[in-house]
């Protein structure tokens, strides 16, 4: 839970801004824009007459176009005295893509505040709310705005609870607490639209998205270790027109299969691969085997990037045919 110690500080520092700066990471999942979208949203609302900009380094998905604001999302920002930056759902610097080109941004030029519920988050900004027992930042965001008794519209409520929805997977994953329903609950009475979401998030695949998992799903193999493992090469994404952000969803059918231990997609792009893993598991903690590889995010939920590009490998083994 938002401290009030927290949401004052918070408040302070944007009450010092000339202009404020909301930013998430980089490939956006539905936490992210619903982040974003919601707390920039929240900050017109609150300050009408400083400009508040939104940024990514990389555009909405078409999955969430439908949400309020979805257009006015900016890739790198500019820059000016007097900027202040909220940065949602990044853990790290690094996950926006903005650490290289914009390295001002995180070194205290600027006084930023850092929400987030990731529990490995690095905590770079001047003010830092993190809250791990959260859902998704979209919770986080309602919290700190509750605190400090800021109107939440339909609009608002509509970009936060997609965010609430598509990381707790449509409140079907272990994360889906009994705050998270208060939270739902809350949004729907502040006017969130709640089949709007729904219809967009899990009721619409495109023919690309559907030829994509369909690649994955063949790929699927299980090893000794207890492990689902499938891989999506360049080429897939090439053939079946799908772009990056469609992956998203794809690993809970992958972790589906019975009595595995965990699950990971390995996906190349932009001369990376990215890893995504999940479990079902308590005893399995998968931000630890991130962690292995520099990546992070919650024990039953985690991710990783490698520089490089993915190699098939076959392996056979020969058996003694049993005596008839």
Partial sequence: MVSLEEARQAQELLQRAQRILCICHRNPDGDAIGALLGVGLLLEQVSPEKPVQLH???????????LPSSGRVQGPPTLQQGDAIVFVDSAEPKLTEFHESHPQLFDGTYPALNIDHHPTNSCYGAVNIIVPQASSSCEIVLQLADALSWKVDSDCATCLLTGVYTD?????????????????????????????????VFRTAKISTLKLWGRVLEKISLTEEGAAISAVTEGDFRATGA???????????????????????????????KGSLRTLRDDVDVAAMAGRFHGGGHKKAAGFALTGKLKPEVRWKVVEEEAR
């Fill in 243 to 273: 772009d990056y952000s469609e992956l998203t969803g794809a690993i809970d059918y992958v972790n589906a299969v019975p009595g595995m231990r965990f699950s990971l997609i390995l996906s190349e792009r932009d001369g990376k691969v």
């Fill in 168 to 200: 707790t997977g449509g409140l079907l994953h272990s994360n889906t607490t009994a705050d998270v329903y208060r939270t739902v609950a809350r949004l729907l009475r502040a006017g969130a639209r709640q089949q709007a979401v729904v219809n967009a």
């Fill in 56 to 66: 990514c380094r990389d555009s909405v998905p078409e999955t969430f176009q439908f």
